[in-house]
């Protein structure tokens, strides 16, 4: 069998591609749920949040996921996709774990139907989702990548500043996850040990397709994570402006949390742009 030409690298598999969607369709129903109806979580989620700044920052994370899944079917192509999929399966195993330690705050008894059938779908998608992430990521690393590609080396300084914020995502979202009662000094609002452990799943998820990044060390890889990157740096910048009365503006995690979400956004956008040069420059396919 002939090698696949570098200029042509493998294609999502049929599984991948449907795995993807129904994630995408079920991070959109989160997106409504958390972010647009965050006061309302009582009947819209699979469990009460009490504070409405820690269902739209968890809703600003299904927003980022569902523009990181599309983008990523978009591309067509396993080297473009693997880093989104390793995030994804990274969010949701620890979704996962969150959800079976606190299984008793779920909406599995609630009295209204919309609850309760939140709350099951919630379980379901976090037992199945996972362990088919893992099953589809296998068959596409079987197949490997086009032979020969050729890579771009990102700037130093991009990849500094991924790797910065990564780390501070890595151990802020460690912490909060291992110990959710250090959210009272780590977050600038109140969060309970399974929001605290959510809104962990996202940070670690981020660190860790941060750390992919730069050791990918690659522009062609990196326009769909940086589009993700920049919505969801935007999307929770916006959230203590949407529920300031939720904030502890007077404590220093206040203001790490909005430098942060700042950092990510303009990170997101310079990388963006940075790829948008390299594709300006690339030669056009015969």
Sequence with gaps: MNEPDARYPRPLLRSTRVLLLAFAALTVLAFVALFVLSGQTERTFAWTIDVPATAAFMGAGYASGTVLVLLALRSGSWVTTRAPMVTILVFATLSLVATLVHLSRLHLAAPDPVARFAGYLWLIVYLVVPVGMVVVTALQERLGDAVGRRRRAMPLWLRLLIAAEGAVMLVVGAALFLAPASAAALWPWPLTPLTARTVAAWL???????????????????RVPAIAYAVFGLLTLSVPVRFPDDVAWAE???????VLAVAVALTGLAALATTRRLRRGRPAHP
Excluded: K
């Excluded at 220093?252 to 909005?258: C, E, G, L, R, S």
């Design 252 to 258: 220093p995690a206040a203001t790490a949390y909005v």
């Design 204 to 222: 670690l998820a981020y660190g860790f397709a941060a750390a992919l990044v730069v050791r990918d060390n690659d522009l062609g890889r990196l």
